[in-house]
């Protein structure tokens, strides 16, 4: 049977599977669309087998998975497509409430680090759907994230508006790992030629994609509400490699997370080994 593959149906992800359909290379994988808490939760209860999931929900959950190496979604400063809109300033939200999309997980802990310790605020949270109009009919702030976040980062017009990426940026000095790509263990341990082939069509559709930015701009812009130009400086604003330093960033979010208490442990990256099964 083909691997089940999730599949982020943001913007943010369309480089790294850009290049699959020029290389026809799905028809050799099941590839399942959703959001970012869908397929986390496709991939915790063994739905796919292997899939990008938020960094927060691996952490949780690293004990029945393992690690794609050299791929995540990431940034070093501005992210454009994870946003706060706020009809105060950010220092004053303090018993505000502010509204988290229910589409998301990493973004919810790092926006509750970036308030209580960037800026000392403690508001009153709750979780929303992702519609702005519902977002503030109770909020005073709203976290958005994906296509929607992006819209506002053009034009929030009445808001105030606060980059996350680049909030986590100045608090921490560090780079932000949003999302990471991830096998489910017994996958990863029965099927490793499977997990292999995987990793190495998403590799070669990176490769692809970082080399034609200008032709998967021109390719969304299509269909998209963005031009070309803003498409092509948000692509090149995203990084999707994991190498020491992204791995730093993102252990130092897990130890922050831990303090606040929306971790247990911190745990230690684990990364597939395609002769073995499981590499330390």
């Known amino acids: 049977?083909?691997?089940?593959?999730?599949?982020?149906?943001?913007?943010?992800?369309?480089?790294?599977?850009?290049?699959?359909?020029?290389?026809?290379?799905?028809?050799?994988?099941?590839?399942?669309?959703?959001?970012?808490?869908?397929?986390?939760?496709?991939?915790?209860?063994?739905?796919?087998?292997i899939s990008p999931i938020s960094s927060i929900e691996y952490a949780r959950h690293h004990e029945s998975l393992v690690l794609f190496p050299d791929f995540t979604v990431s940034s070093d400063g501005e992210v454009k497509s994870i946003l706060m809109l706020s009809r105060f300033p950010i220092e004053e939200l303090s018993g505000k409430k502010v509204a988290l999309t229910s589409t998301s997980a990493t973004s919810h802990v790092l926006l509750k680090l970036i308030l209580s310790r960037g800026y000392g605020v403690e508001p009153e949270y709750f979780i929303c759907l992702p519609d702005l109009n519902r977002l503030f009919e109770n909020a005073d702030a709203a976290l958005l994230i994906g296509d929607m976040a992006l819209k506002y980062s053009v034009?929030?017009?009445?808001?105030?508006?606060?980059?996350?990426?680049m909030e986590w940026k100045k608090l921490t000095g560090k780079k932000m790992v949003y999302a990471v790509w991830a096998v489910n263990r017994r996958f990863a341990e029965t099927r490793s030629e499977l997990?292999?082939?995987?990793?190495?069509?998403?590799?070669?559709?990176?490769?692809?994609?970082?080399?034609?930015?200008?032709?998967?701009?021109?390719?969304?812009?299509?269909?998209?509400p963005f031009s070309f130009f803003f498409l092509k400086e948000y692509f090149k604003s995203l990084r999707f490699d994991f190498g020491k330093d992204y791995q730093d960033g993102l252990?130092?979010?897990?130890?922050?997370?831990?303090?606040?208490?929306?971790?247990?442990?911190?745990p230690e990256p684990e990364f597939i080994n395609f002769h073995s099964g499981v590499k330390t």
Not at 155 to 165: H, R, S, T, V
């Open 1 to 49: 049977m083909r691997p089940k593959v999730g599949h982020i149906q943001f913007l943010n992800c369309l480089p790294l599977y850009y290049g699959l359909v020029k290389s026809y290379a799905l028809l050799d994988i099941e590839l399942i669309k959703g959001t970012p808490t869908e397929l986390n939760n496709l991939l915790i209860s063994g739905g796919l087998d």
């Open 155 to 165: 034009d929030a017009k009445d808001f105030y508006l606060y980059d996350l990426g």
């Open 195 to 224: 997990s292999e082939y995987v990793f190495d069509i998403l590799k070669k559709s990176m490769v692809y994609s970082m080399e034609h930015l200008s032709e998967i701009a021109e390719y969304a812009a299509k269909w998209e």
């Open 251 to 266: 252990l130092y979010f897990y130890r922050l997370a831990t303090e606040i208490g929306e971790l247990k442990t911190v």
